[in-house]
Nanobody, 125 residues
Framework: QVQLVESGGGLVQAGGSLRLSCAVSGRTFSSYAMGWFRQSPGKEREFIAAVSETANTHHADSVKGRFTISRDNAKNTVYLQMNSLKPEDTAVYYC???????????????????WGQGTQVTVSS
């Protein structure tokens, strides 16, 4: 059983920074691609970033240059460094694990089998 636990969310002023962490249980973390998604009230969940098993990364245009995904296989953890935050970044942020092999990046939620419970990020103006 794979479990994902996000942390690091909170309230921050516009222009500020936060770093989200996602701790993953299980011995096969290094073989998963990992992704971050977010969902705002009334909106569909959207892809933010992904990191492959070999640490290649891909970021959505909406966060490119401001957010950075990374992973630490020794700690079974994936991170999302968020800088220059904007009020429109306010959302619940989810990490997810993609155990399948295939092309990268994979931005569709259908490829991610395991999800965390989410962590709230609120950016005030």
């Amino acid at each position: 059983q794979v479990q994902l636990v996000e942390s690091g969310g909170g309230l921050v002023q516009a222009g500020g920074s936060l770093r989200l962490s996602c701790a993953v249980s299980g011995r096969t973390f290094s073989s998963y691609a990992m992704g971050w998604f977010r969902q705002s009230p009334g909106k569909e969940r959207e892809f933010i970033a992904a990191v492959s098993e070999t640490a290649n990364t891909h970021h959505a245009d909406s966060v490119k240059g401001r957010f950075t995904i990374s992973r630490d296989n020794a700690k079974n953890t994936v991170y999302l460094q968020m800088n220059s935050l904007k009020p429109e970044d306010t959302a619940v942020y989810y990490c997810a694990a993609d155990p399948g092999a295939g092309w990268f990046p994979r931005a569709s939620q259908v490829f991610y089998d395991y999800w965390g419970q989410g962590t709230q990020v609120t950016v005030s103006s």
